[in-house]
């Protein structure tokens, strides 16, 4: 594999077989990382309260149905 730098792009370089970027810098490498995986927690945890919330929202219609139901019987 031979290797250039890229003018202007520091840890980067272009493999001039295959033409691909190549990042050498391994610590802008391993922070990606680091963000990747902080970004895959916090959209776990925002599906986690979605079904939570929706759970509740099915929760309270259903509490209602019972009063309303309630409240029909005391009516007659």
Not at 2 to 28: F, H, M, P, W, Y
Not at 30 to 56: A, C
Request: aromatic letters at 2%; zero cysteines; hydrophobic letters at 35%.
């Amino acid at each position: 594999m031979q290797i250039v730098n890229i003018d202007g792009k520091d840890g980067l370089v272009r493999d001039t077989s295959t033409r691909a970027i190549i990042n050498i810098n391994k610590i802008e490498y391993e922070n990606h990382l680091v963000k990747r995986e902080q970004s895959r927690i916090k959209q776990d945890q925002i599906d986690q309260h979605s079904k939570e919330i929706n759970s509740i929202k099915e929760d309270i219609t259903e509490l209602k149905q019972i009063l309303l139901s309630l409240v029909d019987k005391f009516q007659r």
